[in-house]
Structure formats: structure tokens, C-alpha cells
């Protein structure tokens, strides 16, 4: 097995066949439960949240439940078509779905109260200009939350090349952000950052 990235080629998560069993099935809720990490968030029922890479809405909708309302931004259309049915059949109201880059996310500076990004931070080619992104929708003091797989050998996620640490995140945050907290498993990281007062 190669350690070594293909060249010319990146990495996205396949929405074709049946991504909604490798979104929500058994095994992923065994290994990245849902519910405990938006628990270590500590949302407030007045916040606004943005779920970046929403997908199907696997954080979104407990997160509905402990904030004021989520924005789930996607850029892919199969995915928010079906997070649109899930919201329409469970009148998830506090959901709002909204097709969008997150490297330029269609909001006002200053929109949001806290910031997911749970598994795309690997995805995106450049992904200083990600955090900028997710600094500048942040109110003052706001809060970002990565969620991503560990960079080692764990048969989970994309190849280990795409993979970025922890250690990454924080290095490239570190303009914007300071780290408040670190969860770990064998599988993912969660990592809790706090805007700082750049003013």
C-alpha cells in the first residue's frame, strides 16, 4: 500500500449508488455516533448553527433539536434533495438546506453562532481559505467545530493521504482561531475553536 498521494487526483466523497447507507447506516453510527458529538458542542437553544457538507442531515438533525435553527450547506444536489425530504417529513423547521460552496459560503459576515464542519475539512483543496471562510460568517467569540478522520491506517475513511491531523487544523486555524478542546477516538478527532478578537 502506497503512502504516497496519486498525482493529479484529489479526493470526494462518492455520491453515487447507495450513499445513504455509507451516510447513516449501522456501521458509522457505531464508530462516529452522532448524538455524543453534537453534545460536546454545547449549543444554546438561541444559537445559529451552520452544518457545513451537511449531506443528508446526519448532524444536523440532532443539532436541530439543542439550537435555534441550522444552516445545512451543500454543494451536492443528491444529497440536498434528500435532506429536503427527510426535513419535509419530519417538519424539521429549525433546518434550513441551501446549496453552496463552502469555500465561499452564501451568508453576510458575522450570521452564524457556530461553525461544523464534520468531515470535509480533508475534502477541500485549499483549506486555509476554509477557515477564513468560517471565520469571517462567525459572530464575535463564535465557535468552529472540526470533526475529521485521524491521519493513520484505520480501514475508515479516504486514503491516508487526504487524511489531515489534528495538529493541521490548528496549525492552519491558528490566524483566526484558538483550540479549546480535543476529542479522540481511534477513528476521528473533534476539535472545539473559539474565534479570537482579531479588532
Same mark, same amino acid.
Given at each position: 500500500?502506497?503512502?504516497?498521494?496519486?498525482? $493529479?487526483?484529489?479526493?470526494?466523497?462518492?455520491?453515487? $449508488?447507495?450513499?445513504?447507507? /455509507?451516510?447513516?447506516?449501522? !456501521?458509522?453510527?457505531?464508530?462516529?455516533?452522532?448524538?455524543?458529538?453534537?453534545?460536546?458542542?454545547?449549543?444554546?437553544?438561541?444559537?445559529?448553527?451552520?452544518?457545513? $457538507?451537511?449531506?443528508?442531515?446526519?448532524? +444536523?438533525?440532532?443539532?436541530?433539536?439543542?439550537?435555534?435553527?441550522?444552516?445545512?450547506?451543500?454543494?451536492?444536489?443528491?444529497?440536498? +434533495?434528500? #435532506?429536503?425530504?427527510?426535513?419535509?417529513?419530519?417538519?424539521?423547521? /429549525?433546518?434550513?438546506?441551501?446549496?453552496?460552496?463552502?469555500?465561499? #459560503?452564501? #451568508?453576510?459576515?458575522?450570521?452564524?453562532?457556530?461553525? @461544523?464542519?464534520?468531515?470535509?475539512?480533508?475534502?477541500?483543496?485549499?483549506?486555509?481559505?476554509?477557515?477564513?471562510?468560517?471565520? !469571517? %460568517?462567525?459572530?464575535?467569540? $463564535?465557535?468552529?467545530?472540526? %470533526?475529521?478522520?485521524?491521519? /493513520?491506517?484505520?480501514?475508515?475513511?479516504?486514503?491516508?493521504?487526504?487524511?489531515?491531523?489534528?495538529?493541521?487544523?490548528?496549525?492552519?486555524?491558528?490566524?483566526?482561531?484558538?483550540?479549546?478542546?480535543?476529542?479522540?477516538?481511534?477513528?476521528?478527532?473533534?476539535?472545539? @475553536?473559539?474565534?479570537?478578537?482579531? %479588532?
Amino acid at each position: 500500500m502506497s503512502l504516497f498521494r496519486p498525482k $493529479g487526483k484529489s479526493h470526494k466523497f462518492d455520491s453515487s $449508488g447507495d450513499f445513504t447507507e /455509507r451516510l447513516e447506516g449501522e !456501521r458509522r453510527r457505531r464508530l462516529i455516533p452522532p448524538e455524543p458529538v453534537v453534545d460536546r458542542m454545547q449549543l444554546a437553544k438561541d444559537e445559529v448553527v451552520m452544518d457545513l $457538507g451537511a449531506g443528508i442531515g446526519y448532524f +444536523s438533525f440532532p443539532m436541530a433539536e439543542r439550537a435555534k435553527e441550522v444552516i445545512a450547506i451543500d454543494i451536492e444536489p443528491k444529497m440536498l +434533495s434528500v #435532506l429536503c425530504e427527510r426535513i419535509a417529513s419530519a417538519a424539521a423547521s /429549525r433546518i434550513t438546506p441551501i446549496r453552496g460552496d463552502i469555500s465561499e #459560503l452564501p #451568508l453576510k459576515d458575522g450570521a452564524v453562532d457556530h461553525v @461544523l464542519a464534520a468531515f470535509v475539512y480533508h475534502e477541500v483543496p485549499d483549506q486555509g481559505r476554509f477557515i477564513e471562510e468560517a471565520a !469571517r %460568517v462567525l459572530r464575535p467569540k $463564535g465557535k468552529l467545530t472540526v %470533526v475529521d478522520f485521524q491521519k /493513520r491506517f484505520t480501514g475508515e475513511g479516504p486514503p491516508i493521504w487526504v487524511k489531515k491531523s489534528p495538529e493541521h487544523v490548528t496549525r492552519n486555524a491558528s490566524k483566526w482561531f484558538r483550540e479549546t478542546s480535543r476529542f479522540e477516538t481511534r477513528v476521528f478527532y473533534q476539535l472545539s @475553536l473559539i474565534k479570537l478578537d482579531l %479588532v
